[in-house]
């Protein structure tokens, strides 16, 4: 089974009407809600404090959607995978 594409840049641009620009404007605004999960994320780990698992588990969830929205493959995998084991560790 192949990894999915880090995009697909033909539905991309289908959600986007064809255009380019704003296409690219989504990324880069993708882009930094990553980064500002991702350093949330990294808070939590380094600072747990109640229900660590569960804001890992809305990070990884908002890269998530962002991701798919965008056709972003890898990245919509990676963070629900991430989300799943997050929920799994809290339940546990």
Do not use: Y
Request: glycine share 4%; proline share 4%.
């Amino acid at each position: 089974m192949n990894p999915p594409d880090v995009i697909n840049w033909e539905e991309a641009m289908q959600q986007c009407g064809d255009d380019e620009e704003f296409l690219r404007e989504l990324l880069e605004d993708l882009r930094s809600e990553t980064d500002t999960q991702l350093a949330n994320i990294a808070g939590i780990i380094q600072n747990p404090q109640q229900n660590p698992f569960q804001l890992i588990m809305r990070a990884a969830h908002v890269i998530k959607g962002a991701a798919a929205n965008l056709m972003c493959g890898q990245l919509r995998a990676a963070s629900m995978q991430l989300e799943q084991s997050a929920a799994q560790a809290h339940e546990a």
